[in-house]
């Protein structure tokens, strides 16, 4: 790993000396660091309003400019930014006031290279790790480990995504309700080489278009009520990167030519701010809605989806998945069993029969559940039927993928599952892509 690669941070020096600056400015970006200079506090807020710095080192004394007042404002700012004081030995004490006023160190004039250079890979750790921290709080819990597949059809989907994840490809992920297309897409964040940087997700449905933006993008303060400090957007964060956008048949109408416009150029405004910005991010989105019929419905914007799915990639459904239901199972129950201390310890084999004869209408998701459940209410080492707890119908014998059947009788078990599992029959039509008409002629022909 090169220099260049390994010293990651964006660093802002402030002093009204030109000579320092010089010298700090060569020491630094020769250990690869991206580096600006400002030699006068009303330059370096301007500075501040164009580009994202992750440390600043600032000097106390900047002509007829007080380093405290700058520091206070850099605290309104750029909150997230470590700022690091530069003195003389005359002004230790005002150091100290500055520390208790937000900065996180400070360093004595003359300081040398390498007394520079130590202090900028401490303070640029510190800032990555409590990035990292806010980003594994949360993720916390969401990972469950289901990306293994015993089923040639899932095995298919998991090959593809691992021979695309080097690429940087943006990756459109399709499939049910709660088939492990997040885990699929964080598996992919894994399996390429922006695995040691960020993976940083948007549940898309739960904002609202202003919020969105605001959340993507970030905001200046005052640039709506309650926006009382300058933010960082989940762009900023995901910065050479991974940006996972989860539902995103969902992200707002209003807002898809911004985020079609940073997908194509990289680019993008805070809320309330002016400046361009510039983010290398790579893009992964799913979504369990049918894109194809939300554009001809007016609801999704056909360029948009142009520049998703370069590649896509669709999960099967759990009942599609047979070879799978059983190892998950087993392998959740093990999970909760060790995270509650309760005696379960294997599923009996009629629990296993029931298990692959459920039609999972909620898929892993549901499976998770139902593990979570018999674990808690399980008095025995054996899991029973009665502990699964099912809520929805059972599909006895449901046909296999790749099983001695016809494609008549399996197009006949598929529409009997989904409308077992459907609440109207249009909601069924809209799962199999088709219209109520059709799937209407099909239940008369099929006797369903």
């Given at each position: 790993?090169?220099?260049?690669?390994?010293?990651?941070?964006?660093?802002?020096?402030?002093?009204?000396?030109?000579?320092?600056?010089?010298?700090?400015?060569?020491?630094?970006?020769?250990?690869?660091?991206?580096?600006?200079?400002?030699?006068?506090?009303?330059?370096?807020?301007?500075?501040?309003?164009?580009?994202?710095?992750?440390?600043?080192?600032?000097?106390?004394?900047?002509?007829?400019?007080?380093?405290?007042?700058?520091?206070?404002?850099?605290?309104?700012?750029?909150?997230?930014?470590?700022?690091?004081?530069?003195?003389?030995?005359?002004?230790?004490?005002?150091?100290?006031?500055?520390?208790?006023?937000?900065?996180?160190?400070?360093?004595?004039?003359?300081?040398?290279?390498?007394?520079?250079?130590?202090?900028?890979a401490k303070q640029l750790k510190v800032r990555q790790l409590a990035a990292r921290l806010e980003l594994l709080e949360g993720q916390m819990g969401q990972s469950e480990h289901v990306i293994e597949s015993h089923c040639p059809v899932m095995m298919t989907v998991l090959d593809?995504?691992?021979?695309?994840?080097?690429?940087?490809?943006?990756?459109?992920?399709?499939?049910?309700s709660g088939t492990g297309k997040g885990e699929l897409a964080r598996a992919i964040h894994g399996w390429s080489r922006r695995a040691k940087k960020n993976f940083v997700t948007i549940n898309c449905p739960s904002l609202s278009a202003d919020l969105m933006e605001s959340e993507?993008?970030?905001?200046?303060?005052?640039?709506?009520?309650?926006?009382?400090?300058?933010?960082?957007?989940?762009?900023?964060?995901?910065?050479?990167?991974?940006?996972?956008?989860?539902?995103?048949?969902?992200?707002?109408?209003?807002?898809?030519?911004?985020?079609?416009?940073?997908?194509?150029?990289?680019?993008?405004?805070?809320?309330?701010?002016?400046?361009?910005?510039?983010?290398?991010?790579?893009?992964?989105?799913?979504?369990?809605?049918?894109?194809?019929?939300?554009?001809?419905?007016?609801?999704?914007?056909?360029?948009?989806?142009?520049?998703?799915?370069?590649?896509?990639?669709?999960?099967?459904?759990?009942?599609?998945?047979?070879?799978?239901?059983?190892?998950?199972?087993?392998?959740?129950?093990?999970?909760?069993?060790?995270?509650?201390?309760?005696?379960?310890?294997?599923?009996?084999?009629?629990?296993?029969?029931?298990?692959?004869?459920?039609?999972?209408?909620?898929?892993?998701?549901?499976?998770?559940?139902?593990?979570?459940?018999?674990?808690?209410?399980?008095?025995?080492?054996?899991?029973?039927?009665?502990?699964?707890?099912?809520?929805?119908?059972?599909?006895?014998?449901?046909?296999?993928?790749?099983?001695?059947?016809?494609?008549?009788?399996?197009?006949?078990?598929?529409?009997?599952?989904?409308?077992?599992?459907?609440?109207?029959l249009d909601q069924a039509a809209r799962t199999l892509g088709i219209d109520a008409s059709t799937l209407y002629r099909k239940r008369k022909q099929l006797a369903l």
């Amino acid at each position: 790993m090169d220099t260049a690669d390994q010293n990651s941070g964006r660093i802002l020096l402030v002093d009204d000396e030109a000579a320092i600056l010089r010298t700090f400015r060569y020491c630094l970006e020769d250990e690869g660091y991206e580096v600006a200079t400002a030699s006068t506090a009303a330059n370096a807020e301007e500075v501040l309003r164009q580009h994202v710095f992750d440390l600043c080192f600032l000097d106390l004394r900047l002509g007829d400019d007080s380093g405290l007042d700058l520091l206070a404002t850099m605290r309104t700012q750029a909150p997230w930014m470590v700022v690091v004081i530069v003195t003389a030995h005359s002004a230790v004490d005002t150091a100290v006031d500055a520390i208790q006023a937000g900065a996180s160190d400070y360093l004595v004039k003359p300081c040398g290279p390498e007394q520079l250079r130590m202090s900028a890979a401490k303070q640029l750790k510190v800032r990555q790790l409590a990035a990292r921290l806010e980003l594994l709080e949360g993720q916390m819990g969401q990972s469950e480990h289901v990306i293994e597949s015993h089923c040639p059809v899932m095995m298919t989907v998991l090959d593809t995504a691992r021979q695309v994840a080097v690429t940087d490809a943006n990756i459109l992920i399709l499939g049910e309700s709660g088939t492990g297309k997040g885990e699929l897409a964080r598996a992919i964040h894994g399996w390429s080489r922006r695995a040691k940087k960020n993976f940083v997700t948007i549940n898309c449905p739960s904002l609202s278009a202003d919020l969105m933006e605001s959340e993507l993008f970030g905001h200046v303060r005052g640039a709506f009520t309650g926006a009382s400090e300058n933010t960082l957007g989940r762009v900023n964060q995901a910065d050479v990167g991974t940006l996972f956008l989860d539902e995103i048949g969902d992200f707002p109408l209003a807002l898809q030519p911004k985020l079609l416009r940073f997908i194509q150029d990289k680019e993008y405004e805070r809320v309330g701010d002016p400046f361009t910005r510039r983010a290398d991010v790579r893009i992964l989105a799913a979504t369990n809605r049918n894109l194809s019929a939300m554009v001809k419905a007016g609801e999704f914007r056909e360029d948009l989806i142009y520049r998703l799915n370069v590649i896509t990639l669709t999960v099967p459904p759990l009942r599609d998945r047979q070879d799978d239901i059983v190892p998950l199972a087993e392998r959740f129950l093990a999970r909760f069993v060790k995270d509650y201390g309760t005696p379960a310890k294997a599923l009996s084999e009629e629990a296993i029969e029931s298990l692959r004869g459920y039609s999972w209408p909620g898929n892993i998701r549901e499976l998770r559940n139902v593990m979570e459940r018999a674990s808690i209410i399980c008095a025995d080492k054996m899991v029973g039927v009665n502990h699964l707890g099912f809520t929805g119908p059972t599909v006895v014998n449901a046909p296999r993928i790749g099983s001695e059947m016809t494609l008549d009788d399996l197009e006949s078990a598929h529409i009997a599952s989904v409308l077992a599992n459907s609440e109207t029959l249009d909601q069924a039509a809209r799962t199999l892509g088709i219209d109520a008409s059709t799937l209407y002629r099909k239940r008369k022909q099929l006797a369903l």
